[in-house]
């Protein structure tokens, strides 16, 4: 199964990271493009968009801020 996962910030970056590492296929978003290299690294794909995080995953995870 395929996940995505948008934000990967201080509680995102790890949750993400941690789905890597128990080998799940994961696409991941944020804004900050930095972000999302570091997971490419790790083995993610990056996504352009959550749309199409969505059109690509079946499951979609988020840690998003609250404003």
């Not at 934000?7 to 941690?18: E, Q, V, W």
């Not at 789905?19 to 999302?36: N, P």
Request: aromatic share 4%; proline share 4%; with cysteine.
């Amino acid at each position: 199964m395929e996940l995505g996962f948008i934000g990967l910030g201080k509680m995102g970056f790890p949750m993400a990271r941690r789905l890597i590492e128990a080998k799940h296929q994961l696409t991941v978003f944020d804004t900050r493009k930095e972000a999302a290299d570091k997971l490419v690294a790790m083995g993610a794909q990056v996504a352009s968009s959550p749309k199409d995080i969505a059109d690509r995953c079946e499951t979609v995870l988020a840690s998003l801020p609250s404003l």
